[in-house]
């Protein structure tokens, strides 16, 4: 759970509840009940802020609360091929599309959340 997860990975960086508010700026008691998943669908801009203090990815901090995605080798084709170089060509940077994809994975991560009636996916 994203809760425990959190816990686990500002506890091994040394850093207390004060610690983790003071550098994100995000409230000890929103971070507290974040932790003991009291508020379990924090915004992308909480993760996010909390991800960079801890030098990890919104990706790491949700991953496995997300859905198993099935290892299968996924070829491109030639639409998306078309978009990736129209999103070059209108200047779109690695780290942009970075900012997207962690964006749909919240998204999906939202909706997953929403489905199983507020609880986090527990595997």
């Known amino acids: 759970m994203l809760g425990s997860k959190l816990k686990s990975y500002r506890k091994t960086q040394g850093l207390s509840l004060s610690d983790l508010s003071q550098q994100t700026s995000i409230s000890k008691s929103y971070l507290s009940y974040i932790e003991r998943n009291v508020k379990?669908?924090?915004?992308?801009?909480v993760l996010k802020k909390i991800a960079a203090?801890?030098?990890i990815t919104v990706e790491e901090l949700i991953e496995d609360t997300l859905p198993e995605f099935q290892n299968e080798e996924v070829l491109l084709d030639e639409e998306w091929v078309l978009l990736i170089e129209q999103a070059i060509q209108v200047g779109v940077s690695k780290e942009q599309f970075k900012h997207f994809q962690d964006y749909i994975k919240?998204?999906?991560?939202?909706?997953?959340?929403?489905?199983?009636?507020?609880?986090?996916?527990e595997q």
């Open 53 to 55: 203090v801890m030098d």
């Open 40 to 45: 379990q669908n924090p915004s992308i801009d």
């Open 106 to 121: 919240y998204v999906n991560w939202t909706k997953q959340n929403k489905n199983n009636g507020g609880k986090l996916h």
